[in-house]
Nanobody, 122 residues
Framework: QVQLVESGGGLVQAGGSLRLSCAAS????????MGWFRQAPGKEREFVAA????????YYADSVKGRFTISRDNAKNTVYLQMNSLKPEDTAVYYC???????????????WGQGTQVTVSS
């Protein structure tokens, strides 16, 4: 079992930056692929980024590639999402998620956090 708690959301102007954190409980954190997803009002939840257990492989949605960076610190059981050059269309609730294995990293996650709100003003 893995429990996930996100933090770091808030209100930022367009062009600004935020760093989201996701603290995980459980001794097997280092074996999980970790992902970030987001859901804007009236829209379906969408994949943002993922990182495999070793941190050796990262994946991004085209909409955030070059602006967002996912990273993890297995010693701290924490995964991060550094978000730069934020746009109003990045406004959403951002969710951290975890899954066993490293296949199909854009779907089928087993554990989810409660989400943190990110609002980007124009």
């Amino acid at each position: 079992q893995v429990q996930l708690v996100e933090s770091g959301g808030g209100l930022v102007q367009a062009g600004g930056s935020l760093r989201l954190s996701c603290a995980a409980s459980g001794r097997t954190f280092s074996s999980y692929t970790m992902g970030w997803f987001r859901q804007a009002p009236g829209k379906e939840r969408e994949f943002v980024a993922a990182i495999t257990w070793s941190g050796g492989n990262t994946y991004y949605a085209d909409s955030v590639k070059g602006r967002f960076t996912i990273s993890r610190d297995n010693a701290k059981n924490t995964v991060y999402l550094q978000m730069n050059s934020l746009k109003p269309e990045d406004t959403a609730v951002y969710y951290c998620a975890a899954k066993a294995g490293s296949r199909r990293v854009r779907v089928e996650y087993d554990y989810w956090g409660q989400g943190t709100q990110v609002t980007v003003s124009s």
